[in-house]
Structure formats: C-alpha cells, structure tokens
T-cell receptor, first 113, second 114 residues
Framework: SQELEQSPQSLIVQEGKNLTINCTSS?????LYWYKQKYGEGLIFLMM?????EEKSHEKITAKLDEKKQQSSLHITASQPSHAGIYLC?????????????FGSGTRLQVQP | ETGVTQSPTHLIKTRGQQVTLRCSSQ?????VSWYQQALGQGPQFIFQ???????GRGNFPPRFSGLQFPNYSSELNVNALELDDSALYLC?????????????FGPGTRLTVL
C-alpha cells in the first residue's frame, strides 16, 4: 500500500516568517490533497494537485507537485497565527481502486506572535 | 448548502461495549467514507459506502461495520470496543462521479474507551 511521509513532524515559527512542509510518497501520486486541521476537529480542504510540475496558490499558501509525482510541498508565505494547525497531505488510494485517501501523519504548525 | 455533520460530538464507552456513530453527507454527495484518527496520527481509512453498499475497506477488523441509507447518510458501528479504539472518527462525503476525489469532512466524533 502507498505510504506518505511528512516532514517536519512539527514546526514553530515566528509570525511573518515563511515555511515549507514536505510530503513524500513511496509510489507515484495520482492525486495529492492538502488539508488543514484544527486540533481535534475536522479537515478543511486546501488544494489538490494532479499533474507533474503543477503548482497552485491560495492567498499565502502555495502547493507544488514535483515532475515525478512523488513529492509535494506546501509553502506558507508571511505566516500568521491563523495558519496554526495540523497540515495533512492525502493521496488517492490506488490499492482498492476506490475513492478514498491515504494520509500522512501530519505536520503540526505553531505560529508565535 | 449544508455541510457534513456528525453525531454525537463526544462519546465515552467501556471495553466490550458497542457504539454507533452517525454522519449526514453534504447535499448532492453520494459517497461516504469513514476514517479513524488516533492522537498524533493522520486519518486511517476504515471503509467507504456508495449506493448503500460497502465500496472498499481499509485494514480494520469485521467488528467495524457500517450502513448507508437511501438519503446517503451513514452509520459506523463498532462492536466489542477495545481501548485502542479511542480516537477521533471522521466522516467524509464525496461524489463518486466527480473528476477528482475531493473529500468533504465532518467535525468528527471523539470516542473514548475506558
């Protein structure tokens, strides 16, 4: 089965600083999803990437998928306290052929004012 | 448009008991997936329902079972609860015919097994 590794596991940054979170797959990614989760709550969809080399941005968050489609990065520019939470990458499960996701273990982000 | 809702919010059970968690999917969504998220981990896929039938299953034992109703709402049942079943249970709805697999998540049910 496909596994996703996220790094770093946790991150503490000063407000205004940039940061990058990485997600690496053991297999080719057919669909890569980034979600944000407030502690103990549901997941909020951020972005989805499908094509090698694809890059998407929303407000101060940019996500990229590498050409080989095995690694994705999430970059936050000029971080704010509102960016704090757990960032999860998820990938389409190809083992069952069903529309469900495999997730990484998450990156916990704290932004200090 | 109503989002995904789950009930109850929190639940405390003891080992050996049975529990039923409920999920109402987002309007227009015909597929429901259930995930278990242990503390400090990412969500783990339990199973998925489409057209009232199980449509795929992760690595969970048969004591985890589910239902989907004609209105696309769903239940997750867990029998013979174990301490390790303590987790946040997330329900996600999606549209199987969509070109991509965006899952819309509910707020979750926090289950504690004592």
């Amino acid at each position: 089965s496909q596994e996703l590794e996220q790094s770093p596991q946790s991150l503490i940054v000063q407000e205004g600083k940039n940061l990058t979170i990485n997600c690496t797959s053991s297999k080719t990614l057919y669909g890569l999803y980034w979600y944000k989760q407030k502690y103990g709550e549901g997941l909020i969809f951020l972005m989805m990437l499908q094509k090698g080399g694809e890059e998407k941005s929303h407000e101060k968050i940019t996500a990229k998928l590498d050409e080989k489609k095995q690694q994705s990065s999430l970059h936050i520019t000029a971080s704010q306290p509102s960016h704090a939470g757990i960032y999860l990458c998820g990938a389409d499960r190809m083992d069952t052929g069903r529309r469900a996701l495999t997730f990484g273990s998450g990156t916990r982000l704290q932004v200090q004012p | 448009e109503t989002g995904v809702t789950q009930s109850p919010t929190h639940l405390i059970k003891t080992r050996g008991q049975q529990v039923t968690l409920r999920c109402s999917s987002q309007s227009g969504h015909n597929t429901v997936s259930w995930y278990q998220q242990a503390l400090g981990q990412g969500p783990q896929f339990i199973f998925q329902y489409y057209r009232e039938e199980e449509n795929g299953r992760g690595n969970f034992p048969p004591r985890f079972s589910g239902l989907q109703f004609p209105n696309y709402s769903s239940e997750l049942n867990v029998n013979a609860l174990e301490l390790d079943d303590s987790a946040l249970y997330l329900c996600a709805s999606s549209v199987t015919s969509a070109s991509y697999n965006e899952q819309f998540f509910g707020p979750g049910t926090r289950l504690t097994v004592l």
